[in-house]
């Protein structure tokens, strides 16, 4: 199984700025997705991460506030854009190896204030 | 639309068994995982069914009916330990890769 380093593990980030977030795969993998979690809640999808090309964002997440690369197949980054405190969650990086397994990075804690 | 649906909690005692349910409503249907997420700690897999019938690992079995939109995961044997989210995720179409989440059942296992 695919091990994704994630981090920072947390932060505490002033309103108005930006925070990028690394993904980072031990061995190459067809998909990277990106994931917020709120309180309390389920995962929702932010976007693909595509390899050399823009992310496919879902709707309800734009470019501009959630910025996305994947410059190859092991690496990802998410950048949360002009934070405010509604930005304060969990987000995660996960990378499907082959159909069959879906694995999980330990996440990032994002707090605003 | 896309819809999964699991009970919010569940309660059971240690030693005992326990099957939490998923049904799904999904535009496509390429296969459905399951996980568990402990406290402030990442999602961990747990198992993945794309055709009917039973997958047992260990203590944790996973059936999946795709006629009725329809899954279970069994835990035997409950141990404290086994106190966690448990997350439903259905992946609708093989070229996306996307999985859809459940909203999680938060399992208690008490002594």
């Known amino acids: 199984s695919a091990v994704i380093s994630q981090k920072p593990s947390r932060d505490i980030c002033q309103r108005g700025t930006s925070l990028t977030i690394q993904c980072q795969v031990d061995s190459q993998v067809t998909m990277m997705f990106w994931y917020r979690q709120q309180p309390g809640q389920s995962l929702t999808l932010i976007a693909t991460a595509n390899q050399g090309s823009e992310a496919t964002y879902e709707s309800g997440f734009v470019i501009d506030k959630f910025p996305i690369s994947r410059p190859n197949l092991t690496f990802s980054t998410l950048t949360v854009s002009n934070m405010s405190p509604e930005d304060s969650s969990i987000y995660l990086c996960?990378?499907?190896?082959?159909?069959?397994?879906?694995?999980f990075g330990q996440g990032t804690r994002l707090t605003v204030v | 639309g896309q819809n999964i649906d699991q009970p919010t909690e569940m309660t059971a005692t240690e030693g005992a068994i326990v099957q939490i349910n998923c049904t799904y409503q999904?535009?496509?249907?390429?296969?459905l995982f399951w996980y568990q997420q402990h406290a402030g700690e990442a999602p961990t897999f747990l198992s993945y069914n794309v055709l009917d019938g039973l997958e047992e690992k260990g203590r944790f079995s996973s059936f999946l009916s795709r006629s009725k939109g329809y899954s279970y995961l069994l835990l035997k044997e409950l141990q404290m330990k086994d106190s966690a989210s448990y997350l439903c995720?259905?992946?609708?179409?093989?070229?996306?890769?996307?999985?859809?989440f459940g909203q999680g059942t938060t399992l208690q296992v008490k002594p």
């Open positions: 995720a259905v992946r609708d179409r093989a070229n996306t890769g996307k999985l859809i």
């Open positions: 996960s990378a499907h190896q082959g159909p069959t397994e879906a694995f």
């Open positions: 999904t535009s496509g249907f390429n296969g």
